[in-house]
């Protein structure tokens, strides 16, 4: 067997580094952010839950394009739907049948959907949940809680105080925010409904809409989606659920479904098309209807190709008991991890809802605790195998992934637990510590 290496793709990310600023455009595909010099960079191929790299690797990945890949790289009835569409046109000056036949999927699917807009991204999708609930209420403040993208009514929490942090990343500076924005938009702490219901008696008539990730990797805390709910209700606020991570993993009419807690509008993104370009923001008639009177407009959301490819994931999903499946495969790869972690006497455990899972080392010291994140990525790309602390199942995912995943972590924690019991990480380090700081990614 030959040695590991990612040579090509350190080749690549030198030129990169003169061209592209960041390198890559999604920071969480940032090769700083996994085991730089180990993890591979530039992919030649995906299939299934499988990448090849530039340098002739073969990973077992669990990242799942960081979200967007849901039944698997390459699906063949996807892509064989999209090939049709291609040929057909992919865009034209008229519209598709298609695009009436996903909304009405998406309304037969998710609790919250009576009527549809499509967009292309996620963040781009939540400024237009934004802007219309903004619209309809006549109100400029947004309470939210979560990840919601790189737009100016997200980032303007950063004007005169560091708010992100516990949301995002630290060290954020919202350069190029307009200074105007400062105070629009204010951040609750998920499961404190106490501190939603003070901002809302705070700033009471003013707040057009509470956007929030319903849940991540955790079931929400018993009876918080429920409290956000009947606050909502009460001050007459928009409650807006961001499912661009948990829609269509827990449940095909996402965390809403999973919860039963129904927002006035949601948005949809990444595992919606699995990995064409789609987005939708969907909700109730008498919000949505709205949008008809507001100037929201762009040549590529109606775009043929993004939308066949949602309509065609939607029904794959469905067909192929694609939840059923992720908690069997999330809960085989929990115990698997776990016992891994046992075995090799870290203490480390995999936890959360089975179709999204995250790994988590027991360290309180921040710095070691990155040290240790990126020891373990290290050692799992150089075993073949590409797995975060943070991870997304797709339908490719199967026993033999989980079962060649456990043997590969049982020996990355071995590492670990040797790095730990002899002192030594940072020897067994053959990369930069992983880099988390938003503000020392940028210099
Ligand atoms: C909850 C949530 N909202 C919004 C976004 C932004 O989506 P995009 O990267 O497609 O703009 C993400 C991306 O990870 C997300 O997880």
Redesign the pocket.
């Known amino acids: 067997m030959t040695a590991h290496t990612v040579a090509r793709s350190m080749e690549i990310y030198a030129r990169a580094r003169q061209l592209i600023p960041g390198v890559t455009q999604?920071i969480?595909r940032r090769p700083t952010r996994a085991a730089l010099g180990v993890s591979p960079i530039y992919a030649r191929r995906a299939k299934g839950c499988r990448i090849w790299d530039v340098d002739g690797n073969e990973y077992i990945d669990w990242m799942s394009g960081?979200?967007p890949i849901i039944l698997g790289y390459a699906d063949p009835v996807v892509d064989a739907a999209v090939c049709e569409q291609i040929a057909r046109g992919s865009i034209c000056s008229l519209v598709e049948e298609n695009a009436v036949t996903l909304a009405e999927e998406l309304v037969r699917l998710i609790p919250s959907a009576e009527m549809v807009r499509y967009a292309k991204?996620?963040?781009?999708a939540?400024a237009i949940a934004v802007r219309i609930a903004r619209g309809v209420t006549g109100r400029d403040r947004v309470l939210f809680c979560?990840?919601?993208?790189?737009h100016d009514w997200y980032l303007a929490a950063n004007l005169g105080a560091e708010r992100l942090a516990a949301h995002l990343f630290n060290g954020i500076e919202p350069i190029g925010v307009p200074r105007a924005l400062e105070g629009t938009a204010i951040p609750f702490a998920y499961g404190d409904a106490d501190m939603v219901a003070d901002l809302l008696r705070r700033h009471r008539g003013e707040v057009a809409c509470i956007i929030m990730?319903p849940m991540r990797t955790e079931v929400p805390p018993p009876g918080f989606l429920e409290a956000v709910r009947e606050l909502a209700d009460e001050h007459e606020v928009v409650l807006i659920f961001?499912e661009?991570?948990s829609g269509f993993r827990v449940a095909l009419g996402g965390a809403q479904q999973f919860t039963g807690v129904t927002p006035d509008m949601s948005?949809f993104?990444?595992a919606i098309s699995n990995g064409y370009p789609m987005?939708a923001v969907v909700g109730k008639r008498a919000i949505m209807a709205a949008v008809e009177r507001m100037f929201v407009s762009s040549a590529y959301w109606d775009d043929h190709v993004g939308i066949v490819a949602a309509l065609t994931t939607l029904r794959e999903l469905e067909r192929r008991h694609a939840v059923a499946h992720f908690q069997r495969i999330g809960a085989l790869l929990k115990a698997g991890i776990d016992r891994a972690a046992q075995e090799a006497g870290v203490e480390a455990e995999c936890r959360g809802v089975d179709a999204h899972p995250g790994i988590r080392f027991a360290c309180t010291d921040p710095v070691l605790a990155r040290k240790l994140a990126t020891l373990f990525i290290q050692e799992n790309a150089r075993r073949g195998v590409i797995l975060h602390p943070g991870l997304f199942l797709n339908c490719a995912h199967d026993e033999q992934a989980v079962e060649r995943t456990v043997e590969v972590v049982r020996e990355s924690l071995g590492v670990l637990a040797r790095g730990l019991r002899e002192g030594c990480i940072d020897r067994l380090l053959e990369c930069p510590i992983q880099q988390e700081l938003f503000r020392r990614l940028v210099h």
Not at 121 to 124: A, I, L, M, Q
Not at 146 to 150: E, L, R, T
């Open positions: 999604l969480s960081v979200g991204g996620g963040g781009e939540c979560g990840y919601h993208g790189w990730e961001d661009v991570s948005v993104a990444k987005a």
